[in-house]
């Protein structure tokens, strides 16, 4: 009751009364009819689904894009969610309605955290650390400050699976298993920490295979369903270029990532294309980026980097990622000038996650996991 309760609320009032054609003040017992109507059929339990999936397209695209319009920022888009809550004909074009985060920004559906992030302006996330259970929380940011929560994202925690380091991606902070329902993909890296796998637990194209690898396995899956992959894909590889010759200094780090535009709804499509100009890198379906260079600041008698007042605590896990030329794909230009992922620490265990397209939340954060922990030779 309460969930169709706040679709048919006052404030959409108005908009049925225009698309009805009626005059004058809309009474309270017509909206209590709307909002109550499932209670004549044994209550919300015995309303039969077909009530609501009944309606004419024209005016149920009609409401759900006037409540897309209405709603700019998060948390108020929780009423886009609850239109696609109502029944899998509404889910369904509530999603063909919303479009992707690279043209919004905004984050609404779990999907958009595996869709690339904004063109223009970053999502600015924290990353909070519990290191007595090794588990790591994404949020993002809603406000400019590091002591706000934000609304969160995604969970990981650190397994050691015998010589190998894993983290295990979940959208459930309370459940982080491969056999969850919440999984969503996990990271795992060699004996030495510097070399990392990222795989996704949904196919990233049509005909992608899952990995052959023994530690890609989800073994203690619950899913049996067919429609439902119980193996993991590869999407990409981080790795940290060993030191051994140089003085101590920062890290180095170099990653290959299948990035695509692919996750983009039916209405994304619609748009004029020369208004969504794509990186040439996600085009391609690769993208290879590495760390950007500090320079030695002399007074400070430490490495920089300008972080733009998103970092405030020196630290070897610092980071910022730009695209390079990938040799291997034709017209594969990067630009090393814009800033794709930064990563910084802001206090103990908090840390700043700024990424863009053609990146996802989900990548950022798998990029981010791999700095945590010592390396040895590496810096």
Not at 223 to 238: C, D, K, L, M, T
Request: glycine share 8%.
């Amino acid at each position: 009751m309460s969930l169709r309760r706040s679709i048919f609320s006052r404030r959409f009032s108005k908009s049925f009364k225009e698309l009805n054609e009626k005059s004058g003040r809309v009474r309270d017992s017509d909206e209590d009819a709307v909002g109550s109507g499932s209670g004549r059929g044994g209550g919300a339990a015995g309303q039969p689904e077909g009530s609501w999936a009944g309606m004419l397209p024209e005016l149920l695209v009609e409401i759900i894009q006037r409540v897309e319009r209405s709603e700019g920022h998060w948390p108020l888009r929780q009423n886009v969610v609850s239109c696609a809550c109502v029944c899998k004909r509404w889910r369904q074009i509530t999603k063909e309605i919303v479009r992707s985060p690279s043209l919004t920004g905004l984050i609404t559906f779990p999907s958009c955290l595996k869709q690339p992030g904004p063109r223009d302006l970053p999502h600015q996330c924290l990353i909070k650390r519990n290191k007595k259970t090794s588990t790591f929380y994404l949020y993002l940011a809603l406000t400019p400050s590091f002591t706000d929560k934000g609304k969160f994202l995604l969970a990981a925690r650190r397994y050691r699976n015998g010589a190998h380091t894993e983290y295990i991606i979940s959208l459930d902070a309370d459940d982080l298993s491969q056999g969850s329902n919440a999984y969503v993909g996990k990271l795992s890296s060699d004996f030495l920490g510097t070399n990392f796998a990222i795989y996704d637990s949904q196919p990233p194209h049509s005909g992608a295979k899952p990995s052959s690898s023994r530690g890609s396995r989800r073994f203690a899956s619950k899913q049996i369903s067919p429609q439902v992959p119980a193996g993991n894909f590869e999407i990409g590889q981080v790795s940290y270029k060993f030191n051994l010759l140089k003085p101590r200094g920062p890290r180095r780090m170099a990653c290959s990532l299948k990035c695509s535009s692919q996750g983009e709804t039916a209405y994304d499509k619609s748009l004029d294309n020369s208004k969504m100009k794509k990186p040439e890198s996600a085009a391609s379906g690769n993208t290879i980026l590495r760390n950007k260079a500090p320079r030695w600041h002399e007074h400070l008698q430490c490495w920089c980097l300008n972080f733009h007042g998103r970092v405030t605590v020196a630290s070897v896990k610092n980071f910022q990622l730009v695209a390079i030329l990938d040799q291997s794909q034709p017209g594969g230009k990067g630009n090393e000038e814009t800033v794709l992922l930064q990563f910084g620490k802001v206090g103990d265990d908090t840390f700043t996650m700024d990424y863009r397209q053609p990146l996802s939340a989900f990548q950022a954060f798998a990029i981010c996991l791999t700095s945590f922990g010592t390396k040895l030779a590496c810096e």
